[in-house]
């Protein structure tokens, strides 16, 4: 089980937004992530639950930040239900997208087990939810998927398998790169992996 911390920054000047201390594993419905985070100051700041099926769906996702709470899963595309910090008024919303994203690392190897993409793959269209900081506020978008490279490494334990994917935003054609490796993110931006206690999982073959 995969357990560490990885730091977060603003994409735009790198200001630090503080860490997300997180655990991993796959399971018997596919795969669960669990994650605090913390503000530089090392204030609480919320909290991701997602859970996908076995063909990286995501069945079950909780998140918490500035008081605010969404519930979400796939159905009949994706629908959630948002609740303001009173705890009074609460919003369903449901959109004909696969999946869900966000600033959570957990959201890019969500995106990565559901798409399966191979280097032989063509660029693949998805349509994902994201929930905005700091107050998860939902917003659909698409983005293009490309595995660019696969690069085995050798470690004192087993091979270390590094995907290099291209990702880009199709409403303003900017572009990124996100390395993985199993179910851990290495570097996306805005996102570094600071810590790792124990090796990543790796998902079954297909």
Known sequence: MPR?????HDTHDHTPLGEE???CA?????WRYVSQRVAPSGEHTGSVDLTLDELGRPLRLELNA????VRAGALDGVTWVRTDPTGVHATEGNAPAHAFT????????????LLRLTPAS?????RLVAFTDPVLAPRTLDQSWALLNRETHTTDN??????EYQVTALDTGEQHTVHLTGDVVLSAPGIELENLESPPSTFPSD
């Open 26 to 30: 796959p399971g018997p419905s596919g």
């Open 158 to 163: 087993a091979p270390l398998i590094v995907d």
């Open 66 to 69: 500035a008081s605010w709470q």
């Open 122 to 126: 063509p660029a693949t269209r998805v």
């Open 21 to 23: 201390h997180f655990h």
């Open 4 to 8: 560490g911390h990885y730091s977060l």
């Open 102 to 113: 966000g600033t959570s690392p957990a959201f890019l190897v969500a995106t990565a087990r």
